[in-house]
C-alpha cells in the first residue's frame, strides 16, 4: 500500500525531526554552559 509519495515524504518528516533535534540539544548545552546560540554574532 505504500506509494512512492509516502515513503518520500516519510523520509522529509524524519529529517526534519533529526535536524530539529540536533538544533534542541545544542540550544540546552549552550543555554547550561551560558553561551549564546549561533556563536554570539546575533546582537
Not at 12 to 18: R, S, T
Not at 22 to 39: D, H
Request: charged share 10%; net charge positive; glycine share 16%.
Amino acid at each position: 500500500m505504500f506509494t512512492n509519495k509516502r515513503i518520500i515524504i516519510l523520509g522529509i518528516i524524519v529529517l526534519l525531526g533529526f535536524i530539529l533535534g540536533r538544533l534542541a540539544v545544542r540550544a540546552v548545552i549552550n543555554l547550561m554552559l551560558g553561551g549564546t546560540m549561533f556563536g554570539g554574532n546575533l546582537l
